[in-house]
């Protein structure tokens, strides 16, 4: 069985560029989760998807939006990218009502 | 490699000991937990989980013990091999939120 994969697994931006990354879940599993690992710190929730609609957001500005599409994959917007944008974000997916999560080997994005 | 945090708290511990990682979690109403394991330029991988209903769980090599009065979990490992050196993290999640909050997570080294 594939486990989640995301892609790219490197992206290099302009400060001020849009960054997309992209998700795709476990085969059979309908919630995706985005989080964002900067260089020094823990996993800081960024957006939970379920059945294609947003059902929690954490404390990023709206620059940071997403989406998730039929086939329960996801993407992730960056806008306006900063500087401290840079991080190695992660996807993971999980069944519905299920809380233990699968992550994915994350997208590092670099701003310069 | 992805370095998953330069500043991380480490224990350092000799090949074959065994290994205690602590963590302090802060939500009174958080009643799920997990460990996760990352190990460098992967995701988190899912080592073990306890509800709250339980102040200790077991799985192979590893414990979890939770102490809801201090709001205090802990992560035991058997005979800790150097496949165990990794990144750990603990995380609270409380029910039908879906959001997990990490912690800053610590860095295990095991010294042969």
């Known amino acids: 069985e594939a486990g989640v994969t995301q892609s790219p697994t490197h992206l290099i931006k302009t400060r001020g560029q849009q960054a997309t990354l992209r998700c795709s879940p476990i085969s059979g599993h309908t919630s995706v989760y985005w989080y964002q690992q900067a260089l020094g710190l823990g996993l800081q929730f960024l957006l939970w998807?379920?059945?294609?609609?947003?059902?929690n957001r954490g404390n990023f500005p709206p620059r940071f939006s997403g989406r998730q599409f039929p086939n329960y994959s996801s993407e992730l917007n960056v806008n306006a990218l900063e500087l401290e944008d840079s991080a190695l974000y992660l996807c993971?997916?999980?069944?519905?009502?299920?809380?233990?999560?699968?992550f994915g080997s994350g997208t590092r994005l670099t701003v310069v | 490699g992805e370095s998953v945090g330069l500043h991380l708290p480490t224990l350092s511990v000799q090949e074959g000991d065994n290994s205690i990682i602590n963590c302090a979690y802060s939500n009174s109403a958080s009643d799920y937990f997990i460990w996760y394991k990352q190990e460098s330029g992967k995701g988190p991988q899912f080592i073990i989980d306890?509800?709250?209903?339980?102040d200790k769980r077991q799985g192979q090599r590893v414990t979890v013990l939770l102490n809801k009065t201090v709001k205090h979990l802990s992560l035991q490992i058997a005979a800790t091999q150097p496949g165990d050196s990794a990144v750990y993290f603990c995380a609270e999640l409380t029910s039908g939120t879906y959001k997990y909050i990490f912690g800053t997570g610590t860095r295990l080294k095991v010294l042969a």
């Open positions: 998807y379920d059945e294609g609609e947003e059902r």
């Open positions: 306890i509800r709250s209903n339980m």
């Open positions: 993971a997916s999980s069944a519905t009502g299920v809380y233990g999560y699968t």
